[in-house]
């Protein structure tokens, strides 16, 4: 039995690589590890493009727990292949050393989203973290959660989902007009499913 199509999400980093050596069919990398989500950047680039219109040149914070995110590193790629800018926001515990090598900057002070036209947060990721990463969430929050006084109007803030609210977003930056996050869920439907 050959499927034309496997959609694989795994824990282990490289599963769908190895699936496709041993399938003639088209694999789809719903998510490996700590390694890609592209299905994830496709629907943000997709999001993005309808509140934006234009990607090139788009100025990008990423914030947030980036050393355990796939998503973080597969949006950092999509980013630079349509021209937008991509800059990683936390705690140096997690930004990973080197990740520069994809095509991003990096800042530890959360004052580095003031330029950004779309502030993209990512999930305190604590299912993944086997020791302390930060002090405490609180002290996370306090340092890197985005708040209504973090992000000037018109500003697009975005988020993968699930939110953790009071940790690294605040429940009223989440549901503000400028919050992509319903347009991200709407455009992984159509995305997924294309």
Known sequence: YDPAAIVIRHPQIGAPQLVARHTA???VNAGDGK?????????DLYAMRG???????????????VLHSRVARSLVQALGLVGAHAVLVGP???????????GCETAHDIGAIA??????????QRE??????VPSLREYAARWGITPERVRPGQKVMHPGPINRGVE????????PDSL??????????VRMA
């Open 25 to 27: 069919g088209a694999v």
């Open 35 to 43: 390694h890609q989500h592209p299905t994830q950047a496709l629907l």
């Open 51 to 65: 509140a934006f219109g234009e990607l090139e040149g788009l100025q990008v914070a990423i914030v947030g727990d």
């Open 92 to 102: 140096p515990s997690l930004i990973p050393r080197g990740i520069e090598g994809l």
């Open 115 to 124: 330029d950004a036209d779309c502030v993209y947060v990512l999930r305190m």
């Open 128 to 133: 993944r973290m086997e020791s302390a990463y």
């Open 169 to 176: 977003i605040d429940g009223r930056v989440a549901d503000s």
């Open 181 to 190: 996050i319903l347009a991200q869920v709407r455009s992984g439907l159509a």
